[in-house]
């Protein structure tokens, strides 16, 4: 994993696009929290605050490292880009920063070459919001993509395995909600396609 080795020398970042409600910055604290489970020394996850009303873009940041990390600012050269509404990328600052050897992941119904983003990193895409619906994800009218996108993090960039994202998930959430996001993450590992 081209990540890994990054963490010997600085933290590995990822930097995630939402809207707000989707769950983006629980999945910030998701794959933190499973990477020190995993045996990281050093993970931090941090929201952006802005105008964080139901539906408006919102941002987070994750950093993992495996010595204790200090800074908890905002990403701004993130080695990961995860976004969970692939509308969001018509904003520009989604792709800041992400350079060469990175990942953009993102939550949408096209393969990687069908959505066009052009740029040097590496791009997954995984219809995390059909999985979604088809599970009944939906929280007051709105598909709750987190825990989806988190099965196409892990399948194209190996951060931690699928067995400690499950652990971390049966530890957070309640026993009537743990099956059908450990089936939402699963299921969109499956169908992520990669292209680097």
């Known amino acids: 994993m081209a990540q890994k080795s990054s ?13 707000g409600g989707q769950g983006a910055i629980t ?8 990477a020190f489970v995993k045996g ?6 941090a929201p952006s605050f802005g ?6 873009p919102v941002s987070a940041s994750t950093r993992i490292s495996s010595e204790p990390i200090m800074v908890v600012s905002q990403v701004e050269n993130p080695d990961i880009v995860v976004v969970l509404d692939h509308t969001l990328l018509k904003y520009p600052d989604v792709f800041q920063g992400l350079g060469a050897k990175g990942w953009m992941i993102i939550n949408s119904p096209l393969s990687p070459k069908e959505l066009g983003v052009k740029g040097e990193f590496n791009v997954a895409t995984a219809d995390a919001t059909k999985v979604c619906q088809d599970l ?3 929280v007051a009218g709105l598909v709750i993509v987190n825990t989806a ?4 993090l892990l ?3 190996k951060i931690v395995d699928l067995p400690t994202l499950e652990k971390v998930i049966r530890e957070r959430f309640s026993k009537n909600t743990v099956d059908i996001n450990l089936s939402a993450i699963n299921k969109t590992y499956e169908i992520t396609k990669l292209a680097k």
């Open 155 to 157: 399948r194209a960039t």
């Open 27 to 34: 999945a910030a604290k998701i794959i933190a929290q499973a």
């Open 149 to 152: 996108i988190l099965g196409a």
């Open 7 to 19: 963490l010997n020398n600085r933290p590995l970042e990822i930097r995630w696009h939402g809207r």
């Open 40 to 45: 990281y020394r050093g993970v931090t996850a």
């Open 51 to 56: 105008a964080e009303r139901r539906g408006a």
């Open 136 to 138: 009944g994800l939906i």
